[in-house]
């Protein structure tokens, strides 16, 4: 129940990597003819990556994952486009591999401006252009949020940037699979993407560059992937990336139905037996395995131990669990007051769940959260606690 | 990350809840991470004689208290007072490091509800001295530290 952090690999994936572990073993760079097979496995994948974001294989970089893909694209331009200016328009709620990014280049002298979002974790396309001025030189706002779900309007985001002459990037490493991207329609310059949020292995991951976008590189050395990212490339992930790529994209809209209705029955069930719980996110722009609670009284890290007792993986927003001072930043965003973004537990749907699993979610959690419930100071002597045994 | 003596003892507290007619009460919250933490003590000619608390936190903060209140039962009030947050780490086989100040607040929940108790009764409040944890340097559980 945490798809959301990572997935297993599918068969196919595996199967399409394995050849490139043993017997294609080649440095694509290399000229002899045993290295072909290789640069063949590179560029398959880079035209199932293009086809499924809609773009042109030359404009598919691979790279170790979302983090550097997010570096990339921030520092890349914010650096080559240094002399038009030097400001940044971001959302609040962004994953901290674009935060952080963005944090470190206000430190380099650099100006950003972090977008509030609404009650449901929504960017307003208004406040991007508000937020625009004739320094700034990028927009990056995220496709889906990793914690509540939320689904953000990409396309009038991306309009609006273009319209001001700004380039603008997504980090889509949660919404690939679960949200139809094309890079034309929906005007994106720069895209994340992460192979081990849909199936494909850890540690590979692309940038999408519309063709033109100046940027400029982070890891020099040699000419790989056309001088723009250095280093030998990653074969077998790259190749297992492409072939999950393929996969999480050949039916989204079945995949999302059959999702959406486990986790709508999820969401019902533990509404209706878990009396002070709020769900965070919004009720419709949201990614189809995403759930994510408030249970009031309560503390996430020990749901999280209690559930793990109980065999169920589950993340949560609470700053006891990440070691910070700050509960999640997604969930103070939004609008939640801390105690409640304490109390917050997200369950990520995917391929491997089954309708027996949200049975036995549905059986556990009300039983943990009276639990902690009876322990908690905070719980109303009124309040009405779920039965335990 | 836990120890299973945390574990065994987040899982099965045995001393939780209110005492309704309780001699003293506890109440602390660590400026950390806004947890709160309430201990209630029954006492007899000096002597504690029930001890339950309430937690709302982390796993770590729930067996601290839940260990705090194992351990102070039977000892004198003077006895209970002396109990260092290391004697709780100790008892529960280790914390992680991050997770220290959640045995710090138990033990800040003992010492006020032993201090609630002697001011219900007229007398002076005990002072805490320097915090064993931390030698005041700041653990993150003495706000007036920073
Ligand atoms: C929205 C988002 N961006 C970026 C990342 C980082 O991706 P990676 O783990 O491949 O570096 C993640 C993964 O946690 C994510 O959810
Ligand atoms: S109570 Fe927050 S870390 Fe222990």
Redesign the pocket.
Same mark, same amino acid.
Do not use: I, T, W
């Given at each position: 129940m945490d798809h +959301? +952090?990572t997935t297993f690999m599918k068969p196919e994936v595996i199967a399409a990597m394995a050849p490139y572990f043993s017997e294609h073993f080649g440095n694509p760079s290399s000229l002899y003819r045993f290295a072909a097979e290789s640069r063949q496995g590179v560029e398959t994948a880079r035209r199932q990556v293009a086809a499924a974001i809609g773009a042109n294989p030359g404009e598919i970089n691979f790279c170790a %994952? %979302? #983090?550097?893909a @997010?570096n990339w694209a921030i520092k890349g331009v914010a650096l080559a486009n240094r002399e038009r200016g030097n400001h940044i328009v971001t959302s609040a709620i962004e /994953?901290h +591999?674009v935060l952080h990014t963005c944090e470190w280049l206000e430190r380099q002298g650099f100006s950003v401006t972090y977008l509030p979002v609404d009650e449901f974790g929504r960017v307003d396309p208004a406040d991007v252009e508000e937020a625009i001025t004739d320094r700034t030189t990028l927009v990056s706002v995220?496709a889906a949020n990793?914690e509540i779900g939320t689904i953000q309007p990409v396309a009038e985001i991306g309009r609006v940037a273009h319209d001001h002459g700004v380039l603008f990037h997504t @980090?889509a490493?949660?919404a690939v699979g679960a949200v139809p991207i094309d890079v034309e329609r929906m005007e994106i310059d720069l895209l994340?993407l #992460?192979g /081990?949020?849909f199936y494909g292995p850890k540690g590979a %991951?692309a940038l999408y560059i519309r063709e033109g976008t100046r940027i400029e590189s982070l890891i020099h050395g040699g000419g790989q992937e056309r001088g723009r990212r250095a280093g030998t490339e990653n074969v077998p992930g790259i190749v297992g990336f492409g072939r999950a790529i393929e996969l999480a994209t050949a039916d989204i809209e079945g995949h999302n139905r059959c999702i959406a209705a486990m986790r709508d029955r999820l969401v019902r069930g533990i509404l209706a037996s878990i009396p002070d719980t709020r769900v965070n996110g919004h009720p419709k722009e949201r990614l189809a395995n995403n759930a994510n609670f408030s249970f009031r009284y309560v503390e996430g890290e020990s749901i999280l131990l209690l559930l793990d007792a109980h065999g169920i993986c589950a993340s949560t927003g609470s700053a006891c669990s990440s070691g910070s001072s700050e509960p999640s930043h997604v969930l103070l965003a939004i609008g939640l007051p801390h105690e409640e973004a304490h109390g917050s537990l997200r369950l990520t749907l995917g391929d491997a769940n089954t309708e027996d699993d949200v049975d036995y979610v549905l059986e556990v959690l009300p039983e943990v959260i009276g639990r902690l419930r009876k322990i908690s100071p905070l719980t109303p002597s009124c309040a009405r606690i779920p039965e335990v045994d | 990350m836990y120890t299973e003596k945390v574990i065994t003892e987040f899982t099965n507290p045995q001393y939780v809840g209110e005492l309704a007619d309780a001699d003293g009460v506890g109440e602390v919250g660590s400026p950390t991470c806004g947890d709160i933490m309430r201990i209630y003590l029954k006492v007899e000619e000096d002597r504690i004689v029930d001890a339950r608390f309430q937690t709302f936190g982390c796993a770590a903060a729930i067996a601290s208290s839940s260990m705090a209140t194992r351990m102070i039962r039977d000892l004198s009030l003077s006895e209970a007072w002396d109990l260092s947050n290391a004697d709780v780490v100790d008892a529960l086989g280790g914390l992680p490091a991050g997770k220290v100040h959640c045995s710090v607040l138990a033990r800040d929940a003992v010492r006020a509800a032993i201090n609630d108790y002697r001011t219900r009764r007229g007398l002076e409040p005990w002072e805490a001295g320097p915090c064993e944890c931390c030698g005041g340097a700041g653990c993150g559980s003495h706000p007036e530290n920073g």
């Open positions: +959301a +952090a %994952g %979302g #983090s550097e @997010d /994953h +591999a995220m990793n @980090d490493v949660q994340s #992460s /081990h949020k %991951g | -």
